[in-house]
Protein backbone atom coordinates (compact mmCIF):
# COMPACT_ATOMS: atom_id res chain seq x y z
CA UNK A 1 0.00 0.00 0.00
CA UNK A 2 1.40 3.16 -0.84
CA UNK A 3 2.04 5.79 1.71
CA UNK A 4 0.04 9.40 1.73
CA UNK A 5 1.67 11.69 -0.96
CA UNK A 6 3.53 14.70 0.47
CA UNK A 7 4.23 17.32 -1.47
CA UNK A 8 7.46 19.49 -0.18
CA UNK A 9 7.33 23.21 -0.13
CA UNK A 10 9.02 25.51 -2.12
CA UNK A 11 11.22 26.63 1.10
CA UNK A 12 12.09 23.85 3.94
CA UNK A 13 11.65 25.30 7.64
CA UNK A 14 12.39 23.35 10.77
CA UNK A 15 9.80 22.36 13.17
CA UNK A 16 10.86 20.94 16.40
CA UNK A 17 7.76 18.69 16.03
CA UNK A 18 8.81 16.52 12.93
CA UNK A 19 11.77 15.13 15.02
CA UNK A 20 10.27 12.51 16.70
CA UNK A 21 11.92 11.28 19.83
CA UNK A 22 15.28 13.09 18.29
CA UNK A 23 13.63 16.58 18.39
CA UNK A 24 15.25 17.37 21.45
CA UNK A 25 18.48 17.07 20.13
CA UNK A 26 18.56 17.18 16.53
CA UNK A 27 18.71 20.60 14.80
CA UNK A 28 19.50 22.17 11.32
CA UNK A 29 22.22 24.30 13.57
CA UNK A 30 26.22 23.41 14.82
CA UNK A 31 28.04 25.15 17.08
CA UNK A 32 27.87 25.02 21.36
CA UNK A 33 24.30 25.75 23.62
CA UNK A 34 25.75 25.67 26.29
CA UNK A 35 29.04 26.45 28.22
CA UNK A 36 30.61 23.59 30.39
CA UNK A 37 34.57 22.07 29.98
CA UNK A 38 34.86 18.14 29.62
CA UNK A 39 36.73 16.74 32.50
CA UNK A 40 39.92 15.36 31.76
CA UNK A 41 41.92 12.67 33.75
CA UNK A 42 45.42 11.37 33.65
CA UNK A 43 45.41 8.86 31.24
CA UNK A 44 47.03 9.36 27.50
CA UNK A 45 43.78 8.62 26.20
CA UNK A 46 40.72 10.65 27.04
CA UNK A 47 37.38 9.66 25.69
CA UNK A 48 33.95 11.32 25.60
CA UNK A 49 30.95 8.70 24.05
CA UNK A 50 28.32 6.75 24.73
CA UNK A 51 28.32 3.04 24.07
CA UNK A 52 26.23 2.94 20.98
CA UNK A 53 28.24 1.16 17.84
CA UNK A 54 29.85 3.56 16.61
CA UNK A 55 31.12 4.43 20.36
CA UNK A 56 31.89 0.70 20.68
CA UNK A 57 34.42 0.47 18.03
CA UNK A 58 36.79 3.21 19.75
CA UNK A 59 37.00 1.18 22.92
CA UNK A 60 36.66 -2.11 21.88
CA UNK A 61 40.15 -0.91 19.90
CA UNK A 62 41.64 0.39 22.91
CA UNK A 63 40.83 -2.48 25.19
CA UNK A 64 42.44 -4.83 21.99
CA UNK A 65 45.76 -2.69 22.42
CA UNK A 66 45.90 -3.53 26.16
CA UNK A 67 44.98 -6.94 25.87
CA UNK A 68 48.10 -7.13 23.27
CA UNK A 69 50.50 -5.29 25.78
CA UNK A 70 50.24 -1.45 24.54
CA UNK A 71 50.45 -0.07 27.95
CA UNK A 72 50.03 3.81 26.27
CA UNK A 73 46.75 2.84 25.52
CA UNK A 74 45.21 3.45 28.76
CA UNK A 75 42.12 5.67 28.80
CA UNK A 76 39.72 7.58 30.97
CA UNK A 77 35.61 7.10 28.79
CA UNK A 78 33.34 9.45 29.85
CA UNK A 79 29.75 9.42 29.36
CA UNK A 80 28.29 11.92 26.80
CA UNK A 81 24.72 11.54 27.31
CA UNK A 82 23.32 12.06 23.73
CA UNK A 83 19.66 12.45 24.93
CA UNK A 84 20.70 15.36 28.08
CA UNK A 85 22.76 17.23 25.26
CA UNK A 86 26.15 16.83 26.39
CA UNK A 87 27.61 16.76 22.65
CA UNK A 88 26.50 20.66 22.34
CA UNK A 89 28.39 22.07 25.39
CA UNK A 90 31.07 24.40 24.60
CA UNK A 91 34.14 21.40 25.68
CA UNK A 92 32.74 18.71 23.38
CA UNK A 93 32.09 20.87 20.24
CA UNK A 94 35.97 22.15 20.88
CA UNK A 95 36.80 18.38 20.01
CA UNK A 96 34.15 17.53 17.64
CA UNK A 97 32.47 20.67 15.60
CA UNK A 98 30.24 17.92 14.78
CA UNK A 99 28.45 17.34 17.85
CA UNK A 100 28.48 13.28 17.55
CA UNK A 101 29.94 10.79 19.50
CA UNK A 102 32.65 9.70 20.14
CA UNK A 103 35.30 12.46 20.05
CA UNK A 104 38.80 11.78 21.76
CA UNK A 105 42.08 14.45 23.14
CA UNK A 106 45.31 11.63 22.47
CA UNK A 107 47.23 13.68 25.49
CA UNK A 108 50.81 11.62 24.45
CA UNK A 109 52.30 13.44 22.78
CA UNK A 110 54.21 17.02 23.18
CA UNK A 111 51.07 18.62 21.97
CA UNK A 112 47.31 17.05 22.49
CA UNK A 113 45.66 16.24 19.58
CA UNK A 114 41.52 15.91 19.19
CA UNK A 115 40.10 13.46 17.16
CA UNK A 116 36.07 12.91 15.78
CA UNK A 117 34.91 10.32 13.59
CA UNK A 118 35.37 6.65 14.79
CA UNK A 119 37.18 5.71 11.86
CA UNK A 120 39.50 8.84 12.09
CA UNK A 121 40.12 7.65 15.85
CA UNK A 122 40.35 4.08 15.10
CA UNK A 123 43.20 4.38 12.16
CA UNK A 124 44.99 7.32 14.26
CA UNK A 125 45.43 4.88 17.10
CA UNK A 126 45.97 1.60 14.74
CA UNK A 127 49.03 3.55 13.15
CA UNK A 128 50.25 5.26 16.80
CA UNK A 129 51.12 1.59 18.15
CA UNK A 130 51.36 -0.01 14.71
CA UNK A 131 48.85 -2.33 15.49
CA UNK A 132 45.31 -4.25 14.29
CA UNK A 133 46.30 -3.20 10.70
CA UNK A 134 48.42 -4.96 8.12
CA UNK A 135 51.89 -3.51 7.58
CA UNK A 136 52.55 -4.29 4.21
CA UNK A 137 51.28 -2.07 1.40
CA UNK A 138 48.99 -4.41 0.39
CA UNK A 139 47.14 -5.82 3.55
CA UNK A 140 47.00 -1.93 5.06
CA UNK A 141 44.73 -0.67 1.34
CA UNK A 142 42.18 -3.79 1.85
CA UNK A 143 41.84 -3.32 5.26
CA UNK A 144 41.20 0.50 4.61
CA UNK A 145 38.88 0.12 1.89
CA UNK A 146 36.56 -1.96 4.26
CA UNK A 147 37.17 0.39 7.15
CA UNK A 148 36.00 3.50 4.60
CA UNK A 149 33.49 0.48 3.54
CA UNK A 150 31.85 0.28 7.07
CA UNK A 151 32.11 4.08 7.66
CA UNK A 152 30.09 4.60 4.28
CA UNK A 153 27.27 2.29 4.86
CA UNK A 154 26.54 3.18 8.62
CA UNK A 155 24.50 5.73 7.97
CA UNK A 156 22.39 3.68 5.80
CA UNK A 157 22.17 0.99 8.40
CA UNK A 158 21.82 3.71 11.34
CA UNK A 159 19.85 7.09 10.35
CA UNK A 160 18.27 5.08 7.36
CA UNK A 161 17.30 1.68 8.44
CA UNK A 162 17.25 2.09 11.84
CA UNK A 163 15.63 5.48 12.31
CA UNK A 164 12.71 4.27 9.59
CA UNK A 165 11.98 0.71 11.20
CA UNK A 166 12.32 1.66 15.08
CA UNK A 167 12.65 5.05 16.19
CA UNK A 168 10.58 7.18 13.50
CA UNK A 169 7.30 8.43 14.66
CA UNK A 170 5.33 6.91 11.38
CA UNK A 171 6.31 3.80 9.60
CA UNK A 172 6.47 5.17 6.36
CA UNK A 173 6.92 1.98 4.01
CA UNK A 174 8.82 3.16 1.39
CA UNK A 175 11.20 4.80 3.46
CA UNK A 176 11.22 0.99 5.74
CA UNK A 177 11.76 -1.27 1.95
CA UNK A 178 14.35 1.45 0.72
CA UNK A 179 16.50 1.09 3.89
CA UNK A 180 15.74 -2.64 4.63
CA UNK A 181 16.83 -3.68 0.84
CA UNK A 182 20.36 -1.74 1.10
CA UNK A 183 20.68 -3.03 5.08
CA UNK A 184 20.56 -6.46 3.43
CA UNK A 185 22.56 -5.81 0.55
CA UNK A 186 25.15 -4.67 2.92
CA UNK A 187 25.08 -7.53 4.69
CA UNK A 188 25.17 -9.80 1.38
CA UNK A 189 28.64 -7.99 0.77
CA UNK A 190 30.33 -8.77 4.05
CA UNK A 191 28.84 -12.60 3.88
CA UNK A 192 30.05 -13.10 0.63
CA UNK A 193 33.83 -11.54 1.50
CA UNK A 194 33.29 -13.85 4.69
CA UNK A 195 32.77 -16.33 2.52
CA UNK A 196 36.45 -16.19 1.20
CA UNK A 197 38.49 -15.23 4.46
CA UNK A 198 38.56 -15.64 7.75
CA UNK A 199 38.64 -11.69 8.57
CA UNK A 200 37.62 -8.72 6.13
CA UNK A 201 41.06 -7.73 5.19
CA UNK A 202 42.10 -11.59 4.76
CA UNK A 203 43.46 -13.42 7.40
CA UNK A 204 44.12 -10.26 9.55
CA UNK A 205 42.42 -9.25 12.43
CA UNK A 206 42.69 -5.81 11.86
CA UNK A 207 40.44 -2.24 12.28
CA UNK A 208 37.77 -3.09 9.72
CA UNK A 209 36.72 -5.71 11.80
CA UNK A 210 36.61 -3.99 14.56
CA UNK A 211 34.39 -1.26 12.76
CA UNK A 212 31.89 -3.53 11.58
CA UNK A 213 31.19 -5.68 14.17
CA UNK A 214 30.44 -2.91 15.95
CA UNK A 215 27.83 -2.23 13.55
CA UNK A 216 26.97 -5.48 11.73
CA UNK A 217 27.03 -7.71 14.93
CA UNK A 218 24.51 -5.75 16.91
CA UNK A 219 21.95 -6.22 14.13
CA UNK A 220 22.79 -9.98 13.65
CA UNK A 221 22.83 -10.46 17.71
CA UNK A 222 19.37 -9.15 18.05
CA UNK A 223 20.99 -6.40 20.32
CA UNK A 224 19.65 -3.35 17.65
CA UNK A 225 16.52 -1.79 16.39
CA UNK A 226 13.91 -4.40 17.74
CA UNK A 227 13.01 -7.47 16.13
CA UNK A 228 15.50 -6.39 12.75
CA UNK A 229 17.25 -9.86 13.35
CA UNK A 230 13.59 -11.28 12.32
CA UNK A 231 12.67 -8.97 10.11
CA UNK A 232 15.33 -8.88 7.65
CA UNK A 233 16.12 -12.94 8.60
CA UNK A 234 19.59 -11.88 9.73
CA UNK A 235 20.59 -16.30 9.78
CA UNK A 236 20.48 -16.10 6.74
CA UNK A 237 24.33 -14.57 6.54
CA UNK A 238 26.14 -17.39 7.76
CA UNK A 239 29.52 -16.51 6.97
CA UNK A 240 28.67 -13.18 8.75
CA UNK A 241 27.47 -15.31 11.91
CA UNK A 242 31.05 -17.38 11.93
CA UNK A 243 32.66 -14.06 12.31
CA UNK A 244 30.57 -12.13 14.74
CA UNK A 245 30.42 -15.04 16.88
CA UNK A 246 34.56 -15.58 16.83
CA UNK A 247 35.17 -11.66 16.92
CA UNK A 248 32.14 -11.09 20.17
CA UNK A 249 34.31 -14.09 22.00
CA UNK A 250 37.22 -12.12 22.34
CA UNK A 251 37.65 -11.03 25.83
CA UNK A 252 38.62 -7.43 25.09
CA UNK A 253 35.63 -7.49 22.75
CA UNK A 254 33.56 -8.12 25.50
CA UNK A 255 35.32 -5.69 27.57
CA UNK A 256 34.81 -2.86 24.85
CA UNK A 257 31.35 -3.34 24.29
CA UNK A 258 30.11 -2.68 27.53
CA UNK A 259 31.95 0.46 28.26
CA UNK A 260 29.94 3.97 28.65
CA UNK A 261 26.93 1.80 28.54
CA UNK A 262 24.36 3.97 30.35
CA UNK A 263 21.26 1.33 30.03
CA UNK A 264 21.64 -1.88 31.71
CA UNK A 265 21.58 -2.48 35.09
CA UNK A 266 24.08 -2.05 37.51
CA UNK A 267 26.34 -4.07 37.42
CA UNK A 268 25.95 -5.46 33.97
CA UNK A 269 27.92 -2.26 32.13
CA UNK A 270 29.87 0.31 33.16
CA UNK A 271 28.79 3.89 32.69
CA UNK A 272 32.35 5.29 32.80
CA UNK A 273 35.26 3.81 32.59
CA UNK A 274 38.88 5.09 34.13
CA UNK A 275 40.80 2.02 35.29
CA UNK A 276 41.39 -1.93 34.22
CA UNK A 277 40.16 -2.49 37.92
CA UNK A 278 36.75 -0.87 37.03
CA UNK A 279 36.04 -4.19 35.35
CA UNK A 280 36.19 -5.98 38.84
CA UNK A 281 32.92 -4.04 39.61
CA UNK A 282 30.80 -6.00 36.83
CA UNK A 283 28.94 -8.97 38.14
CA UNK A 284 30.27 -12.52 38.50
CA UNK A 285 29.75 -14.10 34.55
CA UNK A 286 29.26 -10.60 32.91
CA UNK A 287 32.33 -10.94 30.96
CA UNK A 288 32.31 -15.02 30.22
Not at 227 to 243: D, H, I, K, M
Request: hydrophobic share 40%; net charge negative; with cysteine.
Amino acid sequence: MADAEYTPPAVWTWDNANGGPFASINRPTAGAQTTRELPVGQHPFQLYSLGTPNGQKVTILLEELLEAGHSGAEYDAWLIQIGQGDQFTSGFVALNPNSKIPAMLDQSGPEPLRLFESGAMLLHLADKFQAFIPQDQKGRTEALCWLMWQMASAPFIGGGYGHFYHYAPVKIEYAINRYAMETKRLFDVANNRLKETRYLAGDEYSIADIASYAWLGALWNGDAYGSTREFLQLQEYEAVGRWVTEIGARPAVKRGRLVNRPFGAEGTVLRERHSAADFATLNPGVLD
